[in-house]
């Protein structure tokens, strides 16, 4: 299987059966991300004990890109702390930028095949919603992240 059929089952994969797209009872933090440029919206819900993320949904719409990824990024940050979870992020934007290695690559699972998203600029934004949006709740102060 060639990597741009692989690419494409995956996303399908993700944007039609996605895992964690539903609306969470309790989350610790929720927080809203946008791509104003072609209109995907989610809103994501994370509960967490102490320092280590023990769930993570989303809920909202857009393209199947932004949909796909978030629910890869929900996915993977499932388990970990605060700090790795942060560094997926750090990783996955890098990833999009071209200056990854083969090594971290390989700690992005399943969502490292949206690696060739950095040639289709109309896309980045879209693949980078969830993501971003995790390191900014991640990043920012706790009484600034809406808390249910």
Not at 6 to 15: A, D, M, S
Request: glycine share 6%; hydrophobic share 40%; with cysteine.
């Amino acid at each position: 299987m060639d990597t741009k059929e692989l690419y494409r089952e995956i996303l399908n994969e993700h944007n039609l059966n996605p895992i964690h797209k539903q609306n969470m009872e309790n989350p610790s933090f929720c927080l809203e991300g946008v791509n104003p440029s072609c209109g995907d919206q989610i809103t994501l819900q994370l509960k967490m004990e102490g320092d280590k993320i023990t769930d993570a949904s989303f809920i909202g719409s857009g393209c199947a890109v932004s949909q796909a990824s978030a629910d890869m990024m929900a996915d993977l940050v499932i388990g970990k702390t605060k700090e790795e979870a942060l560094k997926l992020a750090d990783i996955f934007d890098r990833m999009i930028k071209g200056s990854v290695t083969d090594e971290e690559l390989e700690e992005l699972d399943e969502a490292a095949a949206l690696q060739d998203i950095s040639h289709m600029p109309a896309r980045v934004k879209c693949a980078m919603l969830g993501w971003r949006t995790v390191k900014e709740m991640l990043s920012a102060p706790s009484s600034s992240i809406e808390t249910k």
